[in-house]
């Protein structure tokens, strides 16, 4: 059964750094084909996806925010984080992790934290 | 970068009608398109990938087609349960854009 979790702080000031991390069980990413991506969304917006890292470490980034985002992953415990610097009140959203494997979607999904941006 | 566009953005419908949501993208995408379903307050449901291949556990009322640059998703007779938000994905190697989703309403 593969689940996937975000954790990270649900409040961060503008100009700092988010860290969120997903934690996730059931498969391994060291597994060829596989990746966990992160997808955000704010409120009342459509979906917006921002990276994927994939088993032999290829990371891929949204062009418009390449600049202010890492994603890095731990195999051995598990995870993968996503950092974006300098942040602002229009990154206020709920952040999602999902798995996908080979040439599917994304299969499988975290619940999503909601971080909001705010002095 | 790629777009995609979805149409309608709202869509109003009643319970066993035939719907359909087209998404256009802006260039060839080849078969690299996914369909997911959310609804408020929860993550997105894969519905489709690889534009026309059911996802785990979908009912067949749901089913894709398309390739290149135009895709469609079609609901065969609507379900209560069906009322939701749609996207579109795709997910060429480089990056894996969302449509900016079609809203399902009840008539």
């Known amino acids: 059964q593969i689940t996937l979790k975000e954790s990270g702080p649900t409040l961060v000031k503008p100009t700092q750094t988010l860290t969120v991390t997903c934690t996730f069980s059931?498969?391994?990413?060291?597994?060829?084909?596989?990746?966990v991506g992160w997808i955000r969304q704010s409120p009342g917006k459509a979906l917006e996806w921002l990276a994927i890292i994939y088993w032999d470490d290829d990371k891929r980034y949204s062009p418009s925010l390449k600049t202010r985002l890492t994603i890095t992953k731990d195999t051995s415990k598990n995870q993968v984080v996503l950092s974006v610097t300098n942040m602002d009140p229009v990154d206020t959203g709920t952040y999602y992790c999902a798995h996908r494997y080979g040439g599917d979607g994304y299969d499988y999904w975290g619940q999503g934290i909601l971080v909001t941006v705010s002095s | 970068d790629i777009q995609m566009t979805q149409s309608p953005s709202t869509l109003s419908a009643s319970v066993g009608d035939r719907v359909t949501i087209t998404c256009r993208a802006s260039?060839?995408?080849?078969?690299?398109l996914a369909w997911y379903q959310q609804r408020p307050g929860k993550a997105p449901k894969l519905l489709i990938y690889k534009a026309s291949t059911l996802g785990s556990g979908v009912p067949p009322r749901f089913s894709g087609s398309g390739s290149g640059t135009e895709f469609t998703l079609t609901i065969s007779s609507l379900q209560p349960d069906d009322f939701a938000t749609y996207y579109c994905q795709h997910y060429t190697t480089y990056w894996h854009t969302f449509g900016q989703g079609t809203k399902l309403e009840i008539k």
């Open positions: 059931g498969f391994s990413l060291s597994t060829s084909d596989v990746g």
């Open positions: 260039q060839s995408v080849s078969s690299w």
